[in-house]
């Protein structure tokens, strides 16, 4: 009985022991591990279509043809929610993708509490990578805003400004000298403050006029306001925001170390607003023109992974069939003027491009981001706690 017993535990021995080897294998294979496998990329150029979703996708695809976004070959869906909305604004979504931190609307890269909360770009800075930001709204606008400074007030467009100065971003590009030049050189600040001449005297070379943007990628900093305010809309602006965009890769990748570009195409979203279906069409194909241009950047660079999001929908548009049943016709039905909790697409393309696949959170991209380039930053134990809190009420 006993040598039984014993010859029946050896042999348990033995199963338990090829049964741990199985599961070491196979944690050797986890995808924690694999993560050290994986591509890193030098540069990142992240795109955000202000209140764009899948049927503003739909409707410039069928009335404009293919677009050059859902061509990217890697395709995620990210939740939007903020700490304290359903619905969020673009403060809480850009400082969510910004920082991998779910905060309140209205608040810009910071926490209700006032810690501030490191951006990717100011990462990329610590790094020794160039930064660029360029927005078709002014500068000072939430979603460019959540990148560079932190503000517990996203309206505070002049206090933003001046945070803008100390930021170290190394080009600032788009729209909004009104906010950084006084009254009396033909801006708007009451305070009498020159905020261009303060960056000029750190270095920043300032443009202002169409003509110049190429001369852009001539300067290490450089601060290029083509409009006082905002960029015109499309096409009125005419390519740009590809001008400004190539001459800004011209210089970002002269930078051995990389860099991090974000561009934004801001008034999608404005268009929604306005439940102005051509205008948003219009919006569309300049942004998705834009990320052409940058995914050329990125083949022959090799180097550089390209993410293609949102921040939110605006509108809550939907395409139902025309009145007439049997036509091909589609309807633009906006439900609101205001933002929507749908969820908004995502695309990416180059290294580690497959990391963001799937369905995940607005604060999960920055969390990849931080993660490829050496940073881990913990999920928290619940992504928007006020939120639930709200929803058990
Ligand atoms: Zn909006």
């Known amino acids: 009985m006993r040598t039984k017993i014993s010859k029946e535990s050896s042999l348990n021995t033995h199963i338990v022991s090829i049964l741990f080897l199985i599961f070491f294998l196979l944690l050797s294979i986890s995808p924690e591990k694999k993560n050290n496998?994986?591509?890193?990329?030098?540069?990142?150029?992240?795109?955000?279509?202000?209140g764009m979703s899948y049927s503003q996708i739909t409707a410039t695809e069928y009335f404009h043809g293919s677009l050059n976004m859902t061509s990217m070959p890697y395709h995620g869906t990210i939740s939007t929610h903020s700490l304290n909305r359903r619905v969020t604004d673009s403060a809480a979504a850009a400082t969510a993708i910004a920082t991998s931190h779910k905060t309140r609307n209205g608040m810009v890269a910071i926490l209700p509490d006032g810690t501030h909360l490191q951006t990717i770009a100011q990462y990329a800075l610590e790094m020794g990578k160039s930064t660029a930001l360029l927005a078709s709204s002014h500068i000072t606008h939430a979603t460019p805003a959540a990148f560079a400074v932190h503000h517990k007030k996203r309206?505070?467009?002049?206090?933003?400004?001046?945070?803008?100065?100390?930021?170290?971003?190394n080009m600032i590009l788009g729209a909004g000298s009104d906010y950084f030049l006084p009254e009396s050189d033909g801006g708007k600040r009451k305070d009498g403050k020159n905020l261009i001449t303060e960056m000029k005297e750190q270095g920043y070379f300032y443009i202002n006029i169409d003509k110049n943007i190429e001369q852009i990628s001539e300067h290490e900093k450089v601060i290029a306001f083509i409009e006082p305010m905002n960029l015109k809309p499309y096409p009125e602006r005419a390519d740009q925001m590809i001008r400004l965009t190539n001459s800004a890769l011209l210089r970002l990748s002269q930078n051995p170390e990389g860099f991090f570009f974000m561009i934004e195409g801001s008034q999608i979203d404005w268009a929604g607003h306005d439940r102005n279906a051509d205008w948003m069409i219009q919006e569309m194909i300049d942004f998705d023109n834009v990320i052409g241009s940058v995914l050329e950047f990125a083949e022959k660079d090799g180097n550089t992974l390209v993410v293609v999001t949102s921040d939110h929908e605006t509108g809550g548009l939907t395409l139902p069939a025309g009145r007439f049943g049997n036509s091909d016709e589609f309807r633009y039905k906006f439900s609101t003027r205001r933002?929507?909790?749908?969820?908004?697409?995502?695309?990416?393309?180059?290294?580690?491009?497959?990391?963001?696949?799937?369905?995940?959170?607005?604060?999960?991209?920055?969390?990849k981001l931080f993660s490829l380039w050496g940073k881990q930053i913990e999920e928290?134990?619940?992504?928007?706690m006020e939120l639930h809190q709200s929803i058990k009420k």
Do not use: C, M, W
């Not at 467009?157 to 971003?169: G, H, Q, R």
């Open 37 to 50: 496998q994986l591509a890193i990329p030098k540069n990142v150029i992240l795109l955000i279509g202000d």
């Open 155 to 169: 309206g505070e467009y002049f206090n933003i400004a001046e945070l803008f100065v100390n930021s170290d971003i």
């Open 339 to 367: 933002h929507t909790a749908q969820q908004v697409p995502l695309f990416s393309y180059g290294p580690s491009a497959e990391l963001f696949t799937g369905s995940f959170d607005n604060t999960d991209i920055a969390r």
């Open 380 to 384: 928290p134990d619940s992504i928007g």
